[in-house]
T-cell receptor, first 117, second 110 residues
C-alpha cells in the first residue's frame, strides 16, 4: 500500500507565476489536509478536504490560494501569482473515512518545497 | 501564547541517554500526535493518543488529560534518533485539523 504521494518534490517559480501542488492520498483514504511550513517556523494548517468538498479552509490565505479534491485524481493546492513569501514546504496528509476506528490518524506525504525567485 | 508549547526547543544528548520532550496545550483536545521530522524534511507520525500511554520500540508517549500535558520519551538514544520532534493536537471544537508545537530539535552524539 503506497503512502501519501506528493509531486513535485521541489518546485521553483518566478514571482507572478502559478504553482500547482499535487497530493495523492493513501489508498482508501477520503480525507486530505494541507499544511504549510515556512522557513524556520512550525507547521500550520491550511485546509481540510473530502472528495469534492472543502470542509475547513480557515487556515488558507484569503487571496491567491485555492484547493480542490475532485472525485477522480489527486488533491491540488493552487497558488496564483506567487510571491517570495510563499516559499515554504507544503505537506499533505490523508486519513481514513470517519466511520473507521483509525479516522483520526493522519499520514503525511514527503512534502513539496516551493521556492519563489 | 501558543496553544501548543514544547520544551526544550533544542536538546543535545550522548548516545544511550534517556530523552524526555514535553508538550503542554491550552485547549480541550480529542487527540494528541507526536511526529518526527528528519533533516530531509519528511514527516513520520509516531503516536496518536487520547489517554494513558503508548509504547513502540524505544519510544514511549504519555498524556495527562487533566493537566493538559504529554511527554515523549526515548530510551537508549541513538544518533539516528536525531530529528525534530513535533507535538500536535486536535482541538475538540475545531474538527479534524491539527495545531502544532514549534518542535524540539534533538541531536544525539555518538
Amino acid at each position: 500500500n503506497a503512502g501519501v504521494m506528493q509531486n513535485p518534490r521541489h518546485l521553483v517559480r518566478r514571482r507572478g507565476q502559478e504553482a500547482r501542488l499535487r497530493c495523492s492520498p493513501m489508498k482508501g483514504h477520503s480525507h486530505v489536509y494541507w499544511y504549510r511550513q515556512l522557513p524556520e517556523e512550525g507547521l500550520k494548517f491550511m485546509v481540510y478536504l473530502q472528495k469534492e468538498n472543502i470542509i475547513d479552509e480557515s487556515g488558507m490565505p484569503k487571496e491567491r490560494f485555492s484547493a480542490e479534491f475532485p472525485k477522480e485524481g489527486p488533491s491540488i493546492l493552487r497558488i496564483q501569482q506567487v510571491v517570495r513569501g510563499d516559499s515554504a514546504a507544503y505537506f499533505c496528509a490523508s486519513s481514513p473515512p470517519m466511520r473507521e476506528m483509525r479516522a483520526y490518524e493522519q499520514y503525511f506525504g514527503p512534502g513539496t518545497r516551493l521556492t519563489v525567485t | 501564547k501558543n496553544e501548543v508549547e514544547q520544551s526544550p526547543q533544542n536538546l543535545t544528548a550522548q548516545e544511550g541517554e534517556f530523552i524526555t520532550i514535553n508538550c503542554s496545550y491550552s485547549v480541550g483536545i480529542s487527540a494528541l500526535h507526536w511526529l518526527q521530522q528528519h533533516p530531509g524534511g519528511g514527516i513520520v507520525s509516531l503516536f496518536m493518543l487520547s489517554s494513558g500511554k503508548k509504547k513502540h520500540g524505544r519510544l514511549i508517549a504519555t498524556i495527562n488529560i487533566q493537566e493538559k500535558h504529554s511527554s515523549l520519551h526515548i530510551t537508549a538514544s541513538h544518533p539516528r534518533d536525531s530529528a525534530v520532534y513535533i507535538c500536535a493536537v486536535r482541538d475538540e471544537t475545531s474538527g479534524s485539523r491539527l495545531t502544532f508545537g514549534e518542535g524540539t530539535q534533538l541531536t544525539v552524539n555518538p
